[in-house]
């Protein structure tokens, strides 16, 4: 069977750009690859302008994907453009899901994510991939404990 290709933004600070390429290749190794529309080191953002960046390069970007990632790291909870992606993609009615850094612990989720995500899961190659195609709406904690199945949203024509 051929892999499933998915069109992702992946949420996260430029700290942790490293993390990024871990986190596509557990997937490809799971049998979904990502197109990503993140801005991030190999692809960046020149701009300065906070409002232009944000309708005129980030917006783009997560209306072209089908889903927005949160790569949650110890730092990305205090990021307010994280914040903003979040609420952009709730707002298009994307499909939002967070995944834990690989060896996270004591760690917590941006306060949007945690009112927004339709599921959070651990470093587990199948749950992020179930999790982004929408195949899975589990919810875990950074410290594996579950937090319960989260209903899928549902909106209006």
């Known amino acids: 069977m051929a892999d499933e290709i998915k069109n992702v933004f992946i949420s996260h600070i430029h700290e942790d750009d490293d993390g990024l390429k871990k986190l596509k290749e557990i997937c490809g190794k799971n049998g979904l690859q990502i197109r990503d529309g993140s801005i991030n080191s190999s692809k960046p953002n020149n701009a300065k302008d906070p409002d232009y960046i944000k309708s005129q390069i980030l917006k783009p970007q997560i209306e072209w994907a089908s889903v927005l990632v949160v790569y949650i790291t110890p730092d990305t ?39 927004l995500y339709d599921a959070v899961v651990g470093w ?22 579950s937090k319960g199945y989260r209903a899928p949203k549902r909106y209006g024509c």
């Open 124 to 145: 587990h190659g199948e749950s992020i991939v179930d999790a982004i195609v929408g195949k899975s709406n589990e919810s875990y904690g950074c410290d594996g404990k």
């Open 77 to 115: 909870k205090d990021s307010d453009w994280v914040k903003w992606e979040i609420e952009c993609a709730a707002e298009l009615g994307k499909r939002i899901v967070g995944v834990w850094e690989q060896g996270s612990n004591n760690c917590e989720m941006p306060a949007a994510l945690d009112d």
